[in-house]
T-cell receptor, first 116, second 109 residues
């Protein structure tokens, strides 16, 4: 199957700092990437849809100024958590689509963010 | 619009069967099934696109009802490796994958 690489796997940062998470599709071009957030023992909640070359589409309740998404190329999308606070601590996962239709979504390994 | 899964949790002994349901209030374009181990990314199991479709591989299969509002995942003769949290993922013709509430499955020897 296709490979999606997410980096870093885990990060600890101080409250008020910003953290950037990268999501790369290694062997295919991803026109669309998704960013999810998952709290312990809960489901994956879609945060935003990232399309190459255009602004991301955010789900209701997700602050776009706090969670900056950039999809600069067909193989790279980044999520920046700005001015992170302890309540932003979570597991962030990206996924990528290989084509225009939703067939199989390929997931990155996830990033465990802890804000102290 | 998050699909609702039932049951929330299942405990099995090796070799037992389980059924996990995923329900939506609206018709779905497709339904995906994933399994997630703790601290890891979800792993794709299968996708169903057509109403009335049934498919599977090995001892894991799934169905999608005619109205395309409900899907069930069938796990037969469960193995220890089946333990994890199962999510259905649904799409309503918007090219967005929305995950269900999840079902935690634990298989004991």
């Amino acid at each position: 199957g296709a490979v999606v690489s997410q980096h870093p796997s885990w990060v600890i940062c101080k409250s008020g700092t910003s953290v950037k998470i990268e999501c790369r599709s290694l062997d295919f071009q991803a026109t669309t990437m998704f960013w999810y957030r998952q709290f312990p023992k809960q489901s994956l909640m879609l945060m935003a849809t990232s399309n190459e070359g255009s602004k991301a589409t955010y789900e209701q309740g997700v602050e776009k100024d706090k969670f900056l998404i950039n999809h600069a190329s067909l193989t790279l999308s980044t999520l920046t958590v700005t001015s992170a606070h302890p309540e932003d601590s979570s597991f962030y996962i990206c996924s990528a689509l290989r084509g225009p239709m939703v067939t199989e979504a390929f997931f990155g390994q996830g990033t465990r963010l802890t804000v102290v | 619009q998050q699909p609702v899964q039932s049951p929330q949790a299942v405990i099995l002994r090796e070799g037992e069967d389980a059924v996990i349901n995923c329900s939506s209030s609206k018709a779905l374009y497709s339904v995906h099934w994933y399994r997630q181990k703790h601290g890891e990314a979800p792993v794709f199991l299968m996708i169903l696109l057509k109403g009335g479709e049934q498919k599977g591989h090995d001892k894991i299969s799934a169905s999608f009802n005619e109205k395309k509002q409900q899907s069930s995942l069938y796990l037969t003769a469960s193995q220890l490796s089946y333990s994890g949290t199962y999510f259905c993922g649904t799409e309503m013709n918007t090219d967005k994958l929305i995950f269900g509430t999840g079902t935690r499955l634990q298989v004991f020897p």
